[in-house]
Structures are given as structure tokens and as C-alpha cells.
């Protein structure tokens, strides 16, 4: 299935039904008093979060959604049925914003959340509503109100508590498919990855944890440049950054330190917030390199890089300590979902007594 995550859609809710005009009409009652229904309301627009999901891809090729109007009212008090309304089944994760102003109206996080996008319009009053001492035969009635109508922009950023980013062939599609259920296009040129893969790492019993491969960034990314550009948004919900740095390059005038700069400087000029978030290095294809060069080789590059933060090395192809990079992820993650969980208020009846000194 093709990758899209994002589009932009033209909403309509439906009319209200018009208000009827009518009298009562029966035999020996000539004069029957009013008896004209409202008219039903339109159809509401509805959008459900759905876990099944995972592009907007349906959306490119059907932009305009119309609900139904609402029906008219009917002689003989009887009232006009509301419309049908419709619910369009967006992914886990979409932002839905103005498509003129850029405003976020909603977004959808959870599995199952129903927001209301565009409400249908009220019906008209029929002449029944207009029925007083004084005006016994009103001949009043009021259109319906019509529905709401917007342009919107829906944009999905993936779900993941862990995103991995770097350069193109550091590895990253390996390392998801060594440590997850995930199965990515692999292949020994750049840009093999397309669009965002999500995999859940399995740690242990109820112990797990959601990880993101992006396309691999390159100088210049923030601007446009490369594909990482275009997915980027996905990495500011993660909760961790595990930065992939190939350490055995295929071309020997490449510095695997310019590199890891440069990627953190696209960082930092598209969004301060993603730059400060957790980052750890890993230090990838390590069985390339000789055994007694490689702690050598490490040193250097985390003392050029002065990177201050956790490192790990690994191998992603012979899986060489993604064991370890496994468990630290889960724990780090863990303390996060705990320090962003709001305290829970303990009535102060129940709280246990201090034991009795005595």
C-alpha cells in the first residue's frame, strides 16, 4: 500500500430540512388549525480513529465528503427525518488543521476516539410552531440552517516511542528488522527506505515497546533536501532518539563525524523541541572493524563528536549487543511513560497509620 501522510479533503455536513406550511383537513372541522413539522436536521461529519490504519491514502483520490440533508417537514405534525451522517476513519496519530489558516482543530491519539469535524444544520420550523392565542393560522415557516463546510488538512505523524534516525545505509532498517517484528525493503544502496516502518520490540511478558524507521537524512534535510525532509513531523512525538552512525563506511574519504553533525544540525533547524529531546548514539557495523581497533576507533569518534550522551556498540547484522541497546530502550522508556503519568490523589481516609511506637 502506498504511503501517504498527508492530504488535504473538503467537508460538507448536510442542510436542514425546510419547515412545512399546513392545515388540518378533515371532515367537520373547518377550520383545523396548523399542523406544518419542522424539517429534520442534516447529517453530521464525524472522524474515528482507527488502529487498523496506517497512511491517508484513501483521502488522496477522495477529497470531497458530503453528508446527507436533512428531510422537509410534513403536514399532519409530522417531522422531516435528520440526514444520514458520515464518519471517515482517519489513523492513530492524524492531526486534522484549517486547510487556509493552518490552525489545529483536533487531534487523534487514541484508538476509538469520535471527534465531530463539521455538524449538520437545524431544521426550519413549520407553521405549528407558530401557533399563538392570537395567530391561530400562521403561515410562517423558516428554512433550514445549512451545514458547516470546511477545507481541511490532515496530517499523520506515526506513533512511536522510539525513532531512529541517520544517515542513508547507516543501518537503520537492519537494526527495526534485528530487534522487531518489522520486515523493511533492505538493500546495500541509499535511500532504500521509503516511508516510516513501525515495529513493536518485544522485551518481555507485557514488556514492549514501538520503534520508528525513517528515511535516512542528509546535509541540507530541513530545507528539502533527500526524502527525510518530508518525514521528520514523525519523530517529534517519540519519546526517545537513537541516532545510527554507520562506522564502516563504503567509501573511505567518508568522515562518519561530519556526518553525525550534520544530522544533528537538521535536527536543530527544524524544530528546537526535537533537538532537545533524549538522544543516544549508535554505533553501527562494528564487525567490519578488527577487533583490537575498534575500541580505538570508538573513542575517537565520541571525542570529536563531544557527544556527551549514552553509547552503545553494535552490530545490526550479526545482532551483537542489541541485546543490551534492547533493555536500556525499554527501561528509558518506561521511566517516561511513569515521570509523565499525573499523580493519583489518595483520599486521605484510606491512608495507612504510622505503626504505633509503643
Known sequence: MKFVDEAFID????????????????????????????????????????????????????????AKRGEHGMGSDMFGAAGDDITLKVPVGTIISDAETGEVLYELLTEGEVITIAKGGDGGFGNMRFKSAI???????TPGWP???KSLKLELKVLADVGLLGMPNAGKS??????????????????????????????????????????????????GAG??????????????????????????????????????????KYDAALYDKPRWLVLNKLDMVPGDERAALV??????????????????????????????????????????????????????LPPDPA
Open 11 to 66: 467537508i460538507a455536513a448536510g442542510d436542514g430540512g425546510n419547515g412545512c406550511v399546513s392545515f388540518r383537513h378533515e371532515k367537520y372541522k373547518e377550520f383545523g388549525g396548523p399542523n406544518g413539522g419542522d424539517g429534520g436536521r442534516g447529517g453530521h461529519v464525524f472522524a474515528v480513529a482507527d488502529s487498523n490504519l496506517n497512511t491517508l491514502v484513501d483521502f488522496r483520490y477522495s477529497r470531497r465528503h458530503e
Open 135 to 141: 395567530n391561530r393560522a400562521p403561515r410562517q415557516k
Open 147 to 149: 451545514g458547516e463546510k
Open 174 to 223: 537492519t537494526l527495526i528488522s534485528a530487534t522487531s517484528n518489522a520486515r523493511p525493503r533492505i538493500a546495500d544502496y541509499p535511500f532504500t527506505t521509503l516511508h516510516p516502518n513501525l515495529g513493536v520490540v518485544r522485551v518481555g511478558p507485557e514488556q514492549s515497546f514501538v520503534v520508528a524507521d525513517l528515511p535516512g537524512l542528509i546535509e541540507g534535510a530541513s530545507e
Open 227 to 268: 526524502l527525510g525532509h518530508l518525514f521528520l513531523r514523525h519523530l517529534q512525538r517519540t519519546r526517545l532518539l537513537l541516532h545510527v552512525v554507520d562506522m564502516a563506511p563504503f567509501d573511505d574519504a567518508v568522515d562518519p563525524v561530519a556526518q553525525a553533525k550534520a544530522i544533528v544540525g537538521e535536527l536543530k
Open 299 to 352: 573513542k575517537d569518534f565520541v571525542k570529536r563528536l563531544r557527544f556527551k550522551g549514552p553509547v552503545f556498540e553494535i552490530s545490526a547484522l550479526t545482532r551483537e549487543g542489541c541485546e543490551h541497546l534492547v533493555q536500556a530502550v525499554y527501561q528509558q522508556v518506561k521511566a517516561q511513560q511513569v515521570a509523565e503519568q499525573e499523580p493519583v490523589e489518595i483520599d486521605p481516609r484510606f491512608v495507612p
